[in-house]
T-cell receptor, first 110, second 110 residues
Framework: RKEVEQDPGPFNVPEGATVAFNCTYSNSASQSFFWYRQDCRKEPKLLMSVYSSGNEDGRFTAQLNRASQYISLLIRDSKLSDSATYLCVVRDDSWGKLQFGAGTQVVVTP | SQTIHQWPATLVQPVGSPLSLECTVEGTSNPNLYWYRQAAGRGLQLLFYSVGIGQISSEVPQNLSASRPQDRQFILSSKKLLLSDSGFYLC?????????FGQGTRLTVV
């Protein structure tokens, strides 16, 4: 079983719509969680950290469910520029190893 | 400010040739440094990490090696490249809990 699993998509989303997707993780001791965005042929860039109480950054909302061991990302009012692959990242705080999911592809269409 | 540099951006190498990719971090001391590889359409695979000069841990036994000759320098090497070594190589560092990536090296072994 992979340590971090994501639906690869693609999620085809009309511009202005809302899209949400999850990521599950296997290590119940994981403490830090992140969403990264990766554009085609570019390096991943930090989108947002995910806090226990959930957090929002503009049109993006991240949630953490420790009981079920998943995190989620919701994008409201989708823009064409939101088209990318979104990587779920879980950190093993024993030494800081980051485990990456394979990514969820989002395609926002006009 | 803190930045991470990685070069070259692209590389085409014949099978059996050596490899050396370099990564440097500016504006900090004693960073945790990582090498990841991303195969086409796949997630990021951790190859090596280092918590200090001369301290290298390997995650996946393979045709590659890493060295950290200086505090802010991390080098990925191979004596003889294989076709399967093709991919997108990313250097990363973690100033806190999040990771930040260099721009990556796209390696094609022919």
């Amino acid at each position: 079983r992979k340590e971090v699993e994501q639906d690869p998509g693609p999620f085809n989303v009309p511009e202005g719509a809302t899209v949400a997707f999850n990521c599950t993780y296997s290590n119940s001791a994981s403490q830090s969680f992140f969403w990264y965005r990766q554009d085609c042929r570019k390096e991943p860039k930090l989108l947002m950290s995910v806090y226990s109480s959930g957090n929002e950054d503009g049109r993006f909302t991240a949630q953490l469910n420790r009981a079920s061991q998943y995190i989620s990302l919701l994008i409201r009012d989708s823009k064409l520029s939101d088209s990318a692959t979104y990587l779920c990242v879980v950190r093993d705080d024993s030494w800081g190893k980051l485990q990456f999911g394979a990514g969820t592809q989002v395609v926002v269409t006009p | 400010s803190q930045t991470i540099h990685q070069w070259p951006a692209t590389l085409v190498q014949p099978v059996g040739s050596p490899l050396s990719l370099e990564c440097t971090v500016e504006g900090t001391s004693n960073p945790n440094l990582y090498w990841y590889r991303q195969a086409a359409g796949r997630g990021l695979q951790l190859l090596f990490y280092s918590v200090g000069i001369g301290q290298i841990s390997s995650e996946v036994p393979q045709n590659l090696s890493a060295s950290r000759p200086q505090d802010r320098q991390f080098i990925l090497s191979s004596k003889k490249l294989l076709l399967s070594d093709s991919g997108f190589y990313l250097c990363a560092w973690t100033p806190g809990t999040e990771a930040f990536f260099g721009q990556g090296t796209r390696l094609t072994v022919v």
